[in-house]
Structures are given as C-alpha cells and as structure tokens.
C-alpha cells in the first residue's frame, strides 16, 4: 500500500473510477409557449459560432423583431411535432433513450457511465458534466452527434463543455469525438436505412433526395469544411448502394435571413422538381441524427406540403437513424474506438 492510499480520517470519500461518455445534441424548448421557445432561441441565436454578425449589428435585430415575432410562429411548429406521451420533444426523448441504450450496451462491469445534454436549453452541458464528476468520471469523452463538422455545431458543442470545465478544479481528462461522416459504419448503417426505407413505400422515386441544414455560404467561405463533408456522404452512400449519379442529389434546408446560403435549397428544388417530371421523391437528413424539427416539421410537413402544391404525386421521409439498432450500431461502435486505451 502506498502512503497516499491511507486516508485520513477527515478526508472526503473518493469514489470509484470511472469513464464518462456524454452524448452531446444541440437542443430544444421545454415546451411550445411563448416564453419557453423565446428563452431557447435567445441561447441559440446569440451563440456567435452560429450567427457570425458582428454583435452591434446582430443583438438589435435579434433582441427586436426576431425575439418578439419567432418564438409564436417557432412554438406552433414545435407543437406540431410534439411528443405528446412524453410531453416532450422529440429530439430530447429519442437522445435519452441513445444514451439509455449505449449504456445498457456497455453494462455494469465496463465502469462506463452514459449521458447526454444540450448545447442550448435542457439538460444543460454544464449541469451534466458537474454530474458525471460527481460520479466518480475522471474521464469523458464528449461526442456531438453530428456526423459532418461544423463550427456551428460540433465546435459550439465541445465549446460549452470546456466553459464548464473550466469551473472545475480537479478536471477529468477529455477527449472529443470526431467528425465521422465517412466512417465506414456510419455510410454503412446509412445506406441501409435509406434501403429499408425505401422497401416501405409502396412507390418507387424518380428521385431520393439527402437534405442536410444549411448555412451561410460566408461561413463556407471563411473555411468551414461543412459543405464539403455533407457532399461526400452522399457521394459514399451512392457508391455504396451501387447507384447512379441522377438518382440522388444534395440540398440544404432552413434557411433565414435576406444572405445567400449554401445551395441547392431544399424548398425551391422540391416545388421545381414537378415541373421537371420527377413527381415521386423520397427525402432524408443526414446530418441530424435525430429527428427533430428540422425534420419532423420542416421535411416530413412542410416539404410534402411544397412539393404536391407543386404537381408531385408521391412524398416520402426516410427517418434519422435516431436509437434504432443500426443508429445504436454507429454510436456504439465509434464510442468504443474512441474509448481505446481508456477501457
């Protein structure tokens, strides 16, 4: 026995070692009204990674008309999506039960303790990574979901858990996840998604469309890999399904504001397309891997919607691969890679 086992009396007890993996999303209101959606879109939309306007510029238009009229129109459309028997959010619900999975996966003996928390709003990063110290984590690997990188998304997220690390005095060790949008079983698990997907339908597309959240193209400018990444999924999801080029294509959704963003636009290519003669799509969102607004409203509704507006015939939304067993395949399978050497 070392001298530094023996304890003195007084001392406060040290619990066990153990590793920590939070599973890290970008967040949601915590509930539809007014007040709840406005307080999350604050967070939100005054994080300088994802808007990059000068804060003179930005904090007057954002703390003027945006925050007195989004909220109204952001809650209806959270309501239209809402889980009503959790009385939830679909993107907090579905990430509880992904880390609820990996952690069954990993089981008690493997000293793993599974996470997850918002970059804005509830479960708060702080909050969660403050828990998994008092659990005895003294080291975490932090893994935003999102499969391509961007500053928008995977920075912001590791930026919030290292301003909470930096209240702590004895740190844990960390270690963030990278970008994995052409990892093998990522493109793998994708691919049969979109397959099985498309086995449901009783239609097959003139078109599968892969619609992943825009941006700014300044952001892309300014040297944000993002654009680039989103492209080569789908590039390698082609490739391996053994399709041709013209039976997928990129788009980019939610977009706002009067500057141009990375194109093709989801919305404007879905109410083309008709007149085009391609009347049958179907459509996902790779770079969510949950479903969400983004999707549940914005895709699934609003683009059925601009689309058989438009003349098309036949509309479907393949899901994200969310905590079924090929989406828990994905998570479980980089988690333990990354985790090497620790476990």
């Given at each position: 026995?070392?001298?530094?086992?023996?304890?003195?009396?007084?001392?406060?007890?040290?619990?066990?070692?153990?590793?920590?993996?939070?599973?890290?999303?970008?967040?949601?209101?915590?509930?539809?009204?007014?007040?709840?959606?406005?307080?999350?879109?604050?967070?939100?939309?005054?994080?300088?990674?994802?808007?990059?306007?000068?804060?003179?510029?930005?904090?007057p238009i954002l703390n003027g008309v945006i925050l007195s009229l989004r909220p109204q129109k952001a809650g209806a459309n959270y309501a239209k999506i809402w889980d009503k028997e959790h009385n939830d959010s679909p993107?907090?619900?579905?990430?509880?039960?992904?880390?609820?999975?990996?952690q069954q996966a990993f089981g008690p003996e493997e000293d793993v303790v599974v996470d997850f928390a918002m970059r804005y709003g509830n479960p708060s990063t702080k909050s969660v990574i403050e828990k998994l110290k008092?659990?005895?984590?003294?080291?975490?690997?932090?893994?935003?979901?999102?499969?391509?990188?961007?500053?928008?998304?995977?920075?912001?997220?590791?930026?919030?858990?290292?301003?909470?690390?930096?209240?702590?005095?004895?740190?844990?060790?960390?270690?963030?996840?990278?970008?994995?949008?052409?990892?093998?079983?990522?493109?793998?698990?994708?691919?049969?998604?979109?397959?099985?997907?498309?086995?449901?339908?009783?239609?097959?597309?003139?078109?599968?469309?892969?619609?992943?959240?825009?941006?700014?193209?300044?952001?892309?400018?300014?040297?944000?890999?993002?654009?680039?990444?989103?492209?080569?999924?789908?590039?390698?999801?082609?490739?391996?399904?053994?399709?041709?080029?013209?039976?997928?294509?990129?788009?980019?959704?939610?977009?706002?504001?009067?500057?141009?963003?990375?194109?093709?636009?989801?919305d404007e290519t879905l109410k083309s397309l008709p007149g085009k003669g391609i009347k049958k799509v179907a459509i996902l969102a790779p770079a969510f891997s949950v479903d969400c607004i983004e999707t549940l409203e914005?895709?699934?509704?609003?683009?059925?919607?601009?689309?058989?507006?438009?003349?098309?015939?036949?509309?479907?939304?393949?899901?994200?691969?969310?905590?079924?067993?090929?989406?828990?395949?994905?998570?479980?399978?980089?988690?333990?890679?990354?985790?090497?050497?620790?476990?």
């Amino acid at each position: 026995m070392f001298m530094s086992d023996i304890l003195p009396p007084d001392h406060p007890p040290v619990k066990k070692r153990k590793i920590g993996v939070l599973l890290l999303n970008l967040g949601t209101p915590d509930a539809t009204d007014y007040w709840s959606v406005r307080r999350y879109l604050k967070e939100f939309l005054s994080d300088p990674r994802v808007i990059e306007t000068p804060k003179l510029i930005w904090w007057p238009i954002l703390n003027g008309v945006i925050l007195s009229l989004r909220p109204q129109k952001a809650g209806a459309n959270y309501a239209k999506i809402w889980d009503k028997e959790h009385n939830d959010s679909p993107l907090r619900v579905i990430t509880r039960k992904q880390a609820e999975k990996l952690q069954q996966a990993f089981g008690p003996e493997e000293d793993v303790v599974v996470d997850f928390a918002m970059r804005y709003g509830n479960p708060s990063t702080k909050s969660v990574i403050e828990k998994l110290k008092d659990e005895g984590c003294d080291r975490i690997l932090l893994f935003p979901l999102y499969p391509q990188y961007s500053a928008t998304t995977t920075a912001t997220a590791n930026d919030q858990a290292f301003r909470a690390l930096a209240d702590i005095r004895w740190q844990p060790a960390v270690r963030t996840v990278p970008a994995y949008f052409e990892d093998k079983i990522f493109i793998e698990m994708l691919a049969k998604s979109i397959t099985d997907g498309l086995a449901k339908l009783d239609f097959t597309p003139d078109l599968v469309i892969t619609s992943y959240h825009g941006m700014p193209k300044s952001y892309l400018d300014r040297g944000d890999p993002y654009h680039c990444q989103c492209f080569k999924t789908t590039r390698l999801v082609r490739e391996h399904l053994g399709w041709d080029k013209d039976r997928i294509m990129v788009t980019f959704q939610s977009r706002f504001g009067p500057t141009e963003w990375l194109q093709p636009y989801t919305d404007e290519t879905l109410k083309s397309l008709p007149g085009k003669g391609i009347k049958k799509v179907a459509i996902l969102a790779p770079a969510f891997s949950v479903d969400c607004i983004e999707t549940l409203e914005e895709i699934e509704m609003e683009g059925h919607e601009e689309f058989m507006e438009a003349g098309g015939e036949k509309y479907a939304y393949i899901p994200c691969l969310n905590d079924t067993p090929e989406g828990m395949k994905v998570i479980e399978t980089i988690v333990r890679r990354e985790l090497s050497g620790w476990l």
